[in-house]
Protein backbone atom coordinates (compact mmCIF):
# COMPACT_ATOMS: atom_id res chain seq x y z
CA UNK A 1 0.00 0.00 0.00
CA UNK A 2 2.52 2.33 1.13
CA UNK A 3 4.71 1.48 -1.95
CA UNK A 4 1.72 2.22 -4.43
CA UNK A 5 1.23 5.27 -2.44
CA UNK A 6 4.56 6.32 -2.79
CA UNK A 7 4.69 5.93 -6.63
CA UNK A 8 2.00 8.13 -7.31
CA UNK A 9 2.62 11.14 -5.29
CA UNK A 10 6.12 12.37 -6.12
CA UNK A 11 8.06 15.14 -7.09
CA UNK A 12 7.27 15.20 -10.91
CA UNK A 13 3.62 14.85 -9.64
CA UNK A 14 4.20 17.71 -7.54
CA UNK A 15 4.83 20.02 -10.66
CA UNK A 16 2.17 18.61 -12.86
CA UNK A 17 -0.98 18.96 -10.56
CA UNK A 18 0.21 22.43 -8.28
CA UNK A 19 -2.31 24.29 -9.99
CA UNK A 20 -5.28 22.29 -9.69
CA UNK A 21 -5.36 22.51 -5.77
CA UNK A 22 -7.82 24.31 -3.48
CA UNK A 23 -6.80 27.52 -2.13
CA UNK A 24 -8.57 27.30 1.36
CA UNK A 25 -6.70 27.83 4.61
CA UNK A 26 -9.44 26.50 6.49
CA UNK A 27 -8.61 23.21 7.34
CA UNK A 28 -5.36 22.22 9.82
CA UNK A 29 -4.63 18.54 9.53
CA UNK A 30 -2.82 17.04 12.96
CA UNK A 31 -1.50 14.08 12.42
CA UNK A 32 1.17 10.98 13.42
CA UNK A 33 1.00 8.22 15.34
CA UNK A 34 -1.59 7.50 17.78
CA UNK A 35 -0.78 8.43 21.48
CA UNK A 36 2.11 10.59 20.27
CA UNK A 37 0.22 14.29 21.44
CA UNK A 38 -2.07 14.82 18.61
CA UNK A 39 -4.85 15.35 21.16
CA UNK A 40 -2.59 17.65 23.35
CA UNK A 41 -2.09 19.43 19.92
CA UNK A 42 -5.55 20.19 18.65
CA UNK A 43 -6.28 21.51 22.27
CA UNK A 44 -3.97 23.91 22.21
CA UNK A 45 -4.52 24.96 19.10
CA UNK A 46 -8.53 24.87 19.33
CA UNK A 47 -8.98 27.13 22.41
CA UNK A 48 -7.67 29.94 20.38
CA UNK A 49 -10.76 31.81 19.32
CA UNK A 50 -11.03 32.00 16.17
CA UNK A 51 -10.38 27.91 15.67
CA UNK A 52 -13.02 25.44 16.25
CA UNK A 53 -11.65 21.75 17.18
CA UNK A 54 -13.17 19.01 14.88
CA UNK A 55 -11.93 15.88 16.81
CA UNK A 56 -11.15 12.93 14.55
CA UNK A 57 -12.78 13.10 11.05
CA UNK A 58 -12.73 10.31 8.76
CA UNK A 59 -13.29 12.50 6.01
CA UNK A 60 -10.14 12.31 4.01
CA UNK A 61 -10.29 8.46 4.30
CA UNK A 62 -14.20 9.18 2.62
CA UNK A 63 -13.11 11.14 -0.19
CA UNK A 64 -9.86 9.41 -0.94
CA UNK A 65 -12.17 6.30 -1.25
CA UNK A 66 -14.76 7.98 -2.75
CA UNK A 67 -17.36 7.00 -0.27
CA UNK A 68 -19.53 9.63 -1.39
CA UNK A 69 -19.71 8.32 -4.89
CA UNK A 70 -21.70 5.99 -6.52
CA UNK A 71 -20.39 2.55 -6.03
CA UNK A 72 -19.98 1.92 -10.25
CA UNK A 73 -18.23 5.42 -10.63
CA UNK A 74 -15.33 5.11 -8.22
CA UNK A 75 -11.90 5.12 -9.10
CA UNK A 76 -9.42 3.47 -6.70
CA UNK A 77 -6.79 5.24 -4.75
CA UNK A 78 -4.24 6.32 -5.13
CA UNK A 79 -3.90 6.50 -8.68
CA UNK A 80 -7.16 8.51 -8.97
CA UNK A 81 -4.73 11.65 -7.86
CA UNK A 82 -3.31 11.47 -11.19
CA UNK A 83 -6.60 12.76 -13.00
CA UNK A 84 -6.81 16.76 -11.51
CA UNK A 85 -10.91 16.67 -11.63
CA UNK A 86 -10.92 14.18 -9.06
CA UNK A 87 -8.62 16.33 -6.57
CA UNK A 88 -10.75 19.77 -7.40
CA UNK A 89 -13.78 17.49 -6.78
CA UNK A 90 -12.50 15.90 -3.96
CA UNK A 91 -11.23 18.86 -1.93
CA UNK A 92 -14.73 20.49 -2.83
CA UNK A 93 -16.72 17.46 -0.61
CA UNK A 94 -14.32 17.84 2.02
CA UNK A 95 -14.94 21.53 2.55
CA UNK A 96 -18.44 21.27 2.31
CA UNK A 97 -18.37 18.61 5.20
CA UNK A 98 -16.68 20.69 7.63
CA UNK A 99 -18.36 23.95 6.67
CA UNK A 100 -21.39 22.42 7.81
CA UNK A 101 -19.39 22.00 11.32
CA UNK A 102 -19.58 25.00 12.30
CA UNK A 103 -21.29 27.96 11.70
CA UNK A 104 -19.74 30.46 13.63
CA UNK A 105 -18.47 33.30 11.50
CA UNK A 106 -15.23 34.04 13.60
CA UNK A 107 -13.85 30.77 12.76
CA UNK A 108 -11.07 30.90 10.32
CA UNK A 109 -9.40 27.76 11.09
CA UNK A 110 -10.63 24.12 11.89
CA UNK A 111 -8.29 21.12 12.96
CA UNK A 112 -8.82 17.46 11.77
CA UNK A 113 -6.82 15.52 14.00
CA UNK A 114 -7.27 11.81 12.69
CA UNK A 115 -3.82 10.60 13.80
CA UNK A 116 -3.82 8.12 10.54
CA UNK A 117 -4.31 10.79 8.00
CA UNK A 118 -0.64 10.48 7.74
CA UNK A 119 -1.49 8.11 4.85
CA UNK A 120 -3.30 10.67 2.87
CA UNK A 121 -0.51 13.59 3.02
CA UNK A 122 0.25 14.04 -0.74
CA UNK A 123 -3.28 13.83 -1.54
CA UNK A 124 -4.07 16.63 1.63
CA UNK A 125 -1.67 18.59 -0.12
CA UNK A 126 -2.50 18.39 -3.59
CA UNK A 127 -6.40 19.19 -2.44
CA UNK A 128 -5.43 22.09 -0.56
CA UNK A 129 -2.19 24.31 -1.61
CA UNK A 130 -2.77 25.94 1.58
CA UNK A 131 -3.30 22.98 4.52
CA UNK A 132 -1.21 23.35 7.55
CA UNK A 133 0.10 19.85 8.22
CA UNK A 134 1.28 19.49 11.92
CA UNK A 135 3.16 16.08 12.61
CA UNK A 136 3.63 15.09 16.32
CA UNK A 137 6.59 12.93 16.95
CA UNK A 138 7.34 10.78 20.36
CA UNK A 139 9.82 8.35 21.26
CA UNK A 140 9.28 4.85 19.03
CA UNK A 141 8.95 2.90 22.35
CA UNK A 142 7.05 5.14 24.19
CA UNK A 143 4.50 5.73 21.64
CA UNK A 144 4.44 2.07 21.00
CA UNK A 145 4.37 1.07 24.50
CA UNK A 146 1.15 3.82 25.27
CA UNK A 147 -0.62 2.34 21.95
CA UNK A 148 -0.17 -1.19 23.34
CA UNK A 149 -1.51 -0.49 26.39
CA UNK A 150 -4.49 1.24 25.22
CA UNK A 151 -7.83 -0.71 24.38
CA UNK A 152 -8.19 0.39 20.99
CA UNK A 153 -11.05 -0.82 18.53
CA UNK A 154 -10.67 -2.91 15.43
CA UNK A 155 -9.64 0.04 13.60
CA UNK A 156 -6.41 -0.25 14.98
CA UNK A 157 -5.68 -3.88 14.93
CA UNK A 158 -2.14 -3.78 14.58
CA UNK A 159 -1.83 -2.27 18.55
CA UNK A 160 -3.33 -5.96 20.10
CA UNK A 161 0.32 -7.71 18.94
CA UNK A 162 3.93 -6.67 19.70
CA UNK A 163 5.27 -7.70 16.15
CA UNK A 164 2.23 -6.13 14.29
CA UNK A 165 2.93 -3.56 16.38
CA UNK A 166 7.04 -2.73 15.36
CA UNK A 167 5.49 -3.47 11.95
CA UNK A 168 3.18 -0.96 11.23
CA UNK A 169 5.76 1.81 13.15
CA UNK A 170 8.45 1.17 11.05
CA UNK A 171 6.22 1.71 8.18
CA UNK A 172 4.40 5.06 9.25
CA UNK A 173 7.95 6.19 9.96
CA UNK A 174 9.02 5.43 6.93
CA UNK A 175 6.28 6.90 5.24
CA UNK A 176 6.97 10.31 6.81
CA UNK A 177 10.47 10.35 6.11
CA UNK A 178 9.24 10.20 2.33
CA UNK A 179 6.70 12.47 2.88
CA UNK A 180 9.15 14.93 4.66
CA UNK A 181 11.70 14.77 2.21
CA UNK A 182 9.43 15.25 -0.24
CA UNK A 183 7.48 18.35 1.19
CA UNK A 184 10.06 19.83 3.70
CA UNK A 185 8.55 23.19 5.20
CA UNK A 186 5.02 22.44 4.47
CA UNK A 187 5.16 19.73 6.88
CA UNK A 188 5.54 20.69 10.77
CA UNK A 189 7.07 18.47 12.84
CA UNK A 190 6.72 18.98 16.46
CA UNK A 191 8.43 16.83 19.06
CA UNK A 192 6.04 15.84 21.88
CA UNK A 193 8.66 16.10 24.52
CA UNK A 194 9.53 19.81 23.44
CA UNK A 195 5.82 20.59 23.75
CA UNK A 196 6.21 19.12 27.61
CA UNK A 197 9.30 21.21 28.30
CA UNK A 198 9.15 24.40 26.66
CA UNK A 199 5.28 24.82 26.72
CA UNK A 200 5.25 28.63 25.82
CA UNK A 201 7.87 28.69 22.91
CA UNK A 202 6.23 25.35 21.19
CA UNK A 203 2.64 26.72 21.44
CA UNK A 204 3.90 29.88 19.96
CA UNK A 205 5.55 28.21 17.01
CA UNK A 206 2.33 26.16 16.42
CA UNK A 207 0.25 29.16 16.12
CA UNK A 208 2.21 31.21 14.12
CA UNK A 209 2.19 28.31 11.43
CA UNK A 210 -1.02 28.32 11.31
CA UNK A 211 -1.42 31.34 10.37
CA UNK A 212 -3.29 33.22 13.07
CA UNK A 213 -2.67 35.82 15.24
CA UNK A 214 -1.20 34.11 19.15
CA UNK A 215 -3.98 34.26 22.06
CA UNK A 216 -2.73 33.46 25.61
CA UNK A 217 -5.76 31.09 26.09
CA UNK A 218 -3.96 28.71 23.98
CA UNK A 219 -1.91 27.95 26.87
CA UNK A 220 -4.95 27.24 29.06
CA UNK A 221 -6.00 24.91 26.65
CA UNK A 222 -6.70 21.95 29.64
CA UNK A 223 -9.58 24.63 30.86
CA UNK A 224 -11.84 24.41 27.91
CA UNK A 225 -14.91 23.00 27.85
CA UNK A 226 -15.11 21.23 23.89
CA UNK A 227 -16.00 17.54 23.79
CA UNK A 228 -13.03 15.03 23.41
CA UNK A 229 -13.89 12.04 21.72
CA UNK A 230 -10.59 10.07 21.93
CA UNK A 231 -8.41 7.99 24.28
CA UNK A 232 -6.99 10.82 25.28
CA UNK A 233 -9.64 12.60 27.02
CA UNK A 234 -8.46 12.59 30.60
CA UNK A 235 -4.99 13.58 29.83
CA UNK A 236 -6.36 16.30 27.76
CA UNK A 237 -8.14 17.47 30.52
CA UNK A 238 -5.03 17.96 32.72
CA UNK A 239 -2.29 20.82 33.23
CA UNK A 240 0.81 19.52 31.13
CA UNK A 241 2.89 16.70 32.97
CA UNK A 242 6.07 15.55 32.46
CA UNK A 243 5.57 12.15 33.79
CA UNK A 244 5.05 9.87 30.24
CA UNK A 245 8.86 11.37 29.25
CA UNK A 246 10.66 8.13 28.79
CA UNK A 247 8.01 6.08 30.60
CA UNK A 248 8.85 2.90 28.36
CA UNK A 249 12.19 2.41 30.89
CA UNK A 250 9.68 1.40 34.04
CA UNK A 251 8.90 -1.78 31.19
CA UNK A 252 11.85 -2.33 29.06
CA UNK A 253 12.52 -5.59 30.53
CA UNK A 254 8.82 -6.72 30.22
CA UNK A 255 9.09 -5.89 26.48
CA UNK A 256 12.32 -6.37 24.91
CA UNK A 257 10.72 -7.11 21.55
CA UNK A 258 10.16 -3.15 21.47
CA UNK A 259 13.43 -2.39 22.48
CA UNK A 260 15.04 -4.46 19.62
CA UNK A 261 12.68 -3.43 17.62
CA UNK A 262 12.25 0.10 17.36
CA UNK A 263 15.99 1.44 19.47
CA UNK A 264 17.20 2.43 15.91
CA UNK A 265 14.67 5.21 15.00
CA UNK A 266 14.58 8.50 15.98
Known sequence: R?????????????ETITSHGNPSELPIFILGAPRSGTTLVEQ?????????????????????????????????????????????????????????????????????KLPTNFIYIGYILSMFTNAKIIHLK????????????????????????????????????????YWKDLYGDRILSINYNDIVDNTEE?????????GIDW??????HHKTDRAIHTASQWQARQPIYKTSKERWRNYEHYFPELVQGLSNLK
Open 138 to 177: RHPIDTCLSIYFQNFNSENKYSFDLDNLIFWYRKYHELMI
Open 202 to 210: ISKLIIEYC
Open 215 to 220: DENCLS
Open 44 to 112: IISSHPRVYGAGELNYIKQVAYEKDIPQKDRQQFPNKALTPSNIERDAGIYLDKINKLCSDQNIIRITD
Open 2 to 14: IDKIKDVFNSKFI
